[in-house]
Antibody, heavy 122, light 107 residues
Framework: QVQLVQSGAEVKKPGASVKLSCKAS????????VHWVRQTPGQGLEWMGI????????SYSRKFQGRITMTADTSTDTVFLEVTSLRYDDTAVYYC???????????????WGQGTIVTVSS | DIQMTQSPSSLSASVGDRLTITCQAS??????LNWYQQKPGKAPKLLIY???NLETGVPSRFSGRGSGTDFTFTISSLQPEDIATYYC?????????FGPGTTVDIK
């Protein structure tokens, strides 16, 4: 079945970096772009950016520009999100989500990963 | 950035009740509006896309309508398994933005 499986929970210290993975299966990886969305108690659902696995083009939210990098590995059908200079308020659940493609593709998130909890703590 | 507001922020209803959630965008987003359901500890699930299209496999008691800046989401007959938080999301213009959510529980 179509699914996105994310990597396990992380605990990091302030100032550190974290790299999360999201492995796709059940569909042609290069057809659908993937977004990253995080969820914090205080900020709700927050869009971080998008990566197109076919050409690895990206677009990031201004809020995270300079601090995040999204990459894709077509040999393993996996997208990655790296967040640097972690702060306490980066503590959140991070989700990857696939773009829906029917006749064309649009930023409708039809498949989500299960989420990765990132805790920033000293 | 486009701001999304939802009302109410929470509601309690009885099984079988009809309930409606509203979502308003800070500018015209045409029909580029989705609705998601999220249960505790789970990822959001797509219910309605492009304002009024029911995602495959989603029960027909869920519906959506609207265009421009004002949208509604309706559950025609609330079921116990509908206890969740519901979010609207605009995808007209990046950055994609979500509403703050509406939490639904059983009275």
């Amino acid at each position: 079945q179509v699914q996105l499986v994310q990597s396990g929970a992380e605990v990091k210290k302030p100032g550190a970096s974290v790299k999360l993975s999201c492995k796709a299966s059940g569909y042609t990886f290069t057809t659908n772009a993937v977004h990253w969305v995080r969820q914090t108690p205080g900020q709700g659902l927050e869009w971080m950016g998008i990566i197109n696995p076919s050409g690895a083009g990206t677009s990031y939210s201004r809020k995270f520009q300079g601090r995040i990098t999204m990459t894709a590995d077509t040999s393993t059908d996996t997208v990655f999100l790296e967040v640097t200079s972690l702060r306490y308020d980066d503590t959140a659940v991070y989700y990857c989500a696939r773009v829906m493609c029917d006749v064309d593709c649009s930023d409708v998130f039809d498949i989500w990963g299960q989420g990765t909890i990132v805790t920033v703590s000293s | 950035d486009i701001q999304m507001t939802q009302s109410p922020s929470s509601l309690s209803a009885s099984v079988g009740d009809r309930l409606t959630i509203t979502c308003q965008a800070s500018q015209d987003i045409s029909h580029y509006l989705n609705w998601y359901q999220q249960k505790p500890g789970k990822a959001p699930k797509l219910l309605i896309y492009a304002a009024s299209n029911l995602e495959t496999g989603v029960p027909s008691r869920f519906s959506g309508r609207g265009s421009g800046t004002d949208f509604t989401f309706t559950i025609s007959s609330l079921q116990p398994e509908d206890i969740a938080t519901y979010y609207c999301q605009q995808y007209d213009i990046l950055p994609i933005t979500f509403g703050p959510g509406t939490t639904v529980d059983i009275k």
